[in-house]
T-cell receptor, first 113, second 112 residues
């Protein structure tokens, strides 16, 4: 069935370095992808999104790359800060107009001071 | 603008007891979602409302879970009776447009 998974459950990065969080999805019909950040005791917070007709999108310190050929999504965070420590989830939407999102398991990012 | 509000933030009950969670979405958001997030996993959609109508409840365990959104604003999610495996964080989210869902802080339920 459709699933969204992450390659690495945990990731530790030195403060100031760049981090890359990866995500694999299985459904080629997915048309929209979102990265969420979830800090301890809080709900997921929207970071950045990308549609399937794009392969790259940039935000403030974050970049999302989409490779539809291998069904792979990545989140790059530049110049990581202690506040970036959190669990990051990718989510996919399979059909336009259906707002249902399928979330992956998540990657815990720890920034080392 | 105020975010999605949820209460209570924490709840501890014994198995077979009942529990209810409340959600107040962002003003003007027609779509409301309830998710279950088990420790170490991503959120899983339980039910989605559009105004006061159910859009998707395919993953809601209807033998014990129920949800309502009577006036198209606030919503309640009830579990009756609770099982040990219901221990999780229950997240409420709302959206104005299809793409961006805003999440509340969640209610952490522990079933003993």
């Amino acid at each position: 069935g459709e699933s969204v998974g992450l390659h690495l459950p945990t990731l530790s990065v030195q403060e100031g370095d760049n981090s890359i969080i990866n995500c694999a999805y299985s459904n080629s019909a997915s048309d929209y992808f979102i990265w969420y950040k979830q800090e301890s005791g809080k709900g997921p917070q929207f970071i950045i999104d990308i549609r399937s007709n794009m392969d790259k999108r940039q935000g403030q310190r974050v970049t999302v790359l989409l490779n539809k050929t291998v069904k792979h999504l990545s989140l790059q965070i530049a110049a990581t800060q202690p506040g970036d420590s959190a669990v990051y989830f990718c989510a996919e939407r399979i059909h336009f107009g259906n707002e249902k999102l399928t979330f992956g398991t998540g990657t815990r990012l720890t920034i080392i001071p | 603008e105020a975010g999605v509000a949820q209460s209570p933030r924490y709840k501890i009950i014994e198995k077979r007891q009942s529990v209810a969670f409340w959600c107040n979405p962002i003003s003007g958001h027609a779509t409301l979602y309830w998710y279950q997030q088990i420790l170490g996993q991503g959120p899983k959609l339980l039910i989605q409302f559009q105004n006061n109508g159910v859009v998707d409840d395919s993953q809601l365990p209807k033998d014990r879970f129920s949800a309502e959104r009577l006036k198209g604003v606030d919503s309640t999610l009830k579990i009756q009776p609770a099982k040990l495996e219901d221990s999780a964080v229950y997240l409420c989210a709302s959206s104005l447009v299809a793409e961006e869902q805003f999440f509340g802080p969640g209610t952490r339920l522990t079933v003993l």
